[in-house]
């Protein structure tokens, strides 16, 4: 069979991989596959494609309003199948949400049995390269052929105001001091100062990458602002691209200037790039030997493999040549291969599958199983046990294999999972202790996979959960394999392993509390799961007394006590179920409390459901004993984004977050900023009320802690029934 001449790539809120793809694979007509909600993503990607390889047709296609519809997924791609005549079709599966690219990968493999691990691909972000299953064929570097800043931001849906460099800049870089001083002479001396730090570093790094393949070096630029025709919502000192990595850098004159903006630096520059982003403060004034220590102490998020720092002079007399740069900044991409043009596939190097690509095995039940079916359960856990917790109350198996991954938290889950599994059989019972959970038995129905697999690794996951299927499975005895959690490689080799032992592979929406079949659709859950929140809030602990209780001394400044209490007073009150209260236990730390702002101060629970309550304060102390400063309403909004970051990772959609301002602190402006970072669905506009289904979106509410409740206000939300 010839090699394909058409790619189908699925696309989704991170636009990058896409773009790369569909200008990597040697094709005459791609198509484009997202849902309703990222179709302005994917018209995005179209048209950086045809403006920068206008010889290839490209389509817009979406399977709908639904990303989570298997069955959409699948009837478009059979639409394209039946046009397409028989010909064959590359796909790849990066974007999408993961029920898409299951979906997608499972039908590209039925469509193409001979030739589906050769031409289904998958981008390695760690690497940058293209791979599939095909072991025989070797991995592919992107191509970045034609692609720039100015093309990475617009995918990202943002532009500059100006392609220029600020006028007092190049005024410093053609005459230096005096020039600068000659046109503006009443400048004050610290903006003086600030010019000439960012234009020696422009200048250094344009001597050392200009005129380099696949790299940028700009001044200044400023970001577009959405909702202010005219204003700037992001401005950037110097921007620095190598293939289609960015580095955003920071030019200051003071030291403590680094701290106080590295977040809000970070959170600006993926909006803008996507995570493909790194971002370099260069500071001017004298060395300060914890500088990056500091950083991490603030936030711990800003980790140095995100964030550099380096004093001015260092920078310039230790990073003096291209390699030095690539090396200190790009790392990933120093020893890989860079392609002149898309790659070629030569049909030579296709290997067919063995026999044909068939899948043996029985065929899924005719009906789904439900929980009185005692089915056998395969399900994942992740970085969160939360998913694989969820599962068990789901479908309450018969026998259970928890399968981790190396990155999976393991401790205590075995005794968590057996205690799910109790609840959700005996709802009405109390909570059992450990010794209970095994004479009852639940414990020795769920195992805990002695060695972890690999999560990139889609063959391997496959094998390990055939296994345990072929030993433990009774006669016809139903299965159930959750995708759920992990890596998309390894939702793809679970759901293999489904379809090769006729099981049902399945995919929660803890949004809807309702999973969806691959082969069977929608069902809606029954009753709601009992969690064991302290295995999915580390860094919490029950508040068994009021916070202004616990949170004393300087920590107090750093969020506000006040409107935590307020809120989490009216949310109880208003809940029909009964109310989790978490604290973060860092507020009582003597150090920790400075980067308490980072993350929700109080998590409330409501059985499967989590509120994060964030109130960054108006003024905080950057040390233990130091002054208060004023905070800026950018530094503010990326508090809340980190917030809402932090109990993402944990609850994933089963959470979500408030963020709470006192009445007439400017709160207009910082709504629109948490509403830029977040991108909330097209139409959907800045939250009004609380909600689940969009974890990255903070609904941002002005609470007067000492004011009337209103009964209508989101505060009187019962949780318990959302």
């Not at 817009?60 to 997924?73: F, N, R, Y």
């Not at 009021?546 to 920590?555: C, D, E, I, M, R």
């Amino acid at each position: 069979m010839d090699a394909p001449r058409v790619a189908v790539v699925l696309v989704g809120q991170n636009p990058t991989p896409a773009l790369l793809t569909s200008l990597t694979l040697p094709v005459d007509q791609l198509l484009l596959v997202c849902s309703d909600g990222t179709l302005p993503v994917a018209r995005r990607v179209a048209e950086a494609v045809g403006r920068i390889a206008g010889e290839r047709s490209v389509r817009v296609l979406s399977v709908g309003a639904d990303p989570h519809d298997p069955a959409s997924v699948t009837g478009l791609l059979d639409t394209v199948r039946r046009a397409l005549g028989g010909k064959p079709w590359y796909l790849d599966y990066t974007g999408g949400t993961k029920v898409m690219s299951v979906a997608a990968a499972l039908h590209h493999e039925q469509a193409l049995p001979s030739h589906a691990r050769a031409w289904r691909f998958y981008l390695d972000s760690h690497s940058d390269l293209l791979r599939t299953a095909d072991t025989a064929r070797p991995d592919h570097p992107v191509s970045c052929q034609g692609v720039d800043l100015r093309t990475l931001a617009g995918v990202h849906g943002a532009h500059w105001l100006s392609d220029r460099d600020p006028e007092p800049v190049r005024r410093f870089l053609n005459g230096g001091d005096t020039a600068l001083a000659r046109a503006h002479p009443n400048l004050p001396e610290s903006e003086r100062n600030g010019i000439a730090a960012e234009a020696r570093v422009l200048s250094h790094l344009r001597r050392l990458l200009g005129g380099r393949p696949d790299t940028e070096v700009l001044g200044s630029r400023r970001v577009a602002d959405p909702y202010r025709p005219g204003g700037s919502v992001a401005d950037f000192d110097i921007l620095v691209r190598h293939r289609h990595r960015v580095l955003c850098v920071e030019a200051k004159t003071r030291a403590e200037d680094v701290v106080a903006r590295a977040g809000w630096t970070v959170a600006k520059a993926r909006r803008v790039f996507g995570g493909a982003t790194l971002v370099l403060f260069v500071y001017s004034g004298p060395v300060v030997e914890n500088l990056r220590e500091q950083v991490t102490a603030y936030n711990p998020a800003l980790t140095a493999r995100h964030v550099h720092v380096w004093n001015l002079e260092a920078l310039t007399e230790r990073v003096t040549t291209f390699a030095a740069a690539r090396d200190a900044f790009f790392p990933s991409l120093a020893d890989s291969p860079r392609p002149a043009v898309p790659v070629v596939i030569p049909r030579s190097k296709v290997t067919p599958d063995p026999a044909g690509g068939a899948i043996p095995g029985p065929t899924p039940p005719a009906l789904h199983p439900g929980p009185g079916d005692g089915p056998l359960l395969v399900t994942p856990l992740g970085g969160s046990r939360l998913g694989a917790l969820a599962a068990l109350h789901a479908h309450r198996p018969a026998r259970a294999l928890v399968l981790p991954s190396r990155q999976s938290l393991r401790a205590r889950v075995r005794e968590a999972a057996a205690g799910a599994l109790r609840a959700a059989e005996q709802p009405d019972a109390p909570p059992a202790d450990a010794a209970t959970l095994r004479a009852e038995g639940y414990r020795d129905r769920v195992r805990l996979a002695a060695d972890p697999v690999d999560g990139y690794d889609s063959a391997a996951v496959q094998r390990a959960v055939q296994g345990w299927i072929e030993h433990e499975r009774e006669g016809g005895q139903p299965v159930v394999v959750d995708i759920t959690t992990g890596t998309k490689a390894m939702s793809l080799g679970l759901a293999r392993a489904a379809r090769h032992g006729g099981a049902c592979a399945t995919y929660q929406l803890p949004r809807d509390r309702a999973v969806v079949c691959l082969t069977h659709g929608r069902r809606e859950l029954q009753g709601r799961a009992r969690i064991d929140w302290s295995l999915v809030l580390s860094g919490y602990a029950p508040l068994t007394a009021p916070l202004g209780k616990v949170v004393t001394g300087a920590a107090r400044d750093q969020v506000d006590v006040e409107l935590l209490e307020r809120a989490r007073t009216e949310l109880s009150a208003a809940a029909s179920g009964s109310t989790g209260v978490w604290w973060d236990v860092s507020l009582a730390d003597p150090e920790g409390f400075l980067t308490a702002q980072e993350r929700p101060g109080l998590v409330l629970t409501f059985d499967d459901r989590a509120v994060g309550l964030a109130a960054p304060a108006r003024q905080r102390r950057r040390t233990p004993d130091g002054p208060l400063r004023d905070v800026s309403p950018g530094s503010w909004a990326q508090s809340v984004f980190a917030a809402t970051t932090h109990l993402n990772v944990r609850c994933d959609v089963a959470g979500t977050v408030v963020a709470l301002t006192r009445p007439g602190r400017d709160v207009s402006r910082a709504g629109e900023l948490v509403d830029w970072i977040s991108q909330p669905a097209p139409g959907r506009g800045a939250a009004t009320g609380l909600r689940f289904g969009e974890p990255l979106c903070p609904l941002v509410l002005e609470v007067d802690p000492a004011g009337v409740t209103d009964p209508t206000g989101a505060l009187a939300t019962d949780v318990s029934r959302l």
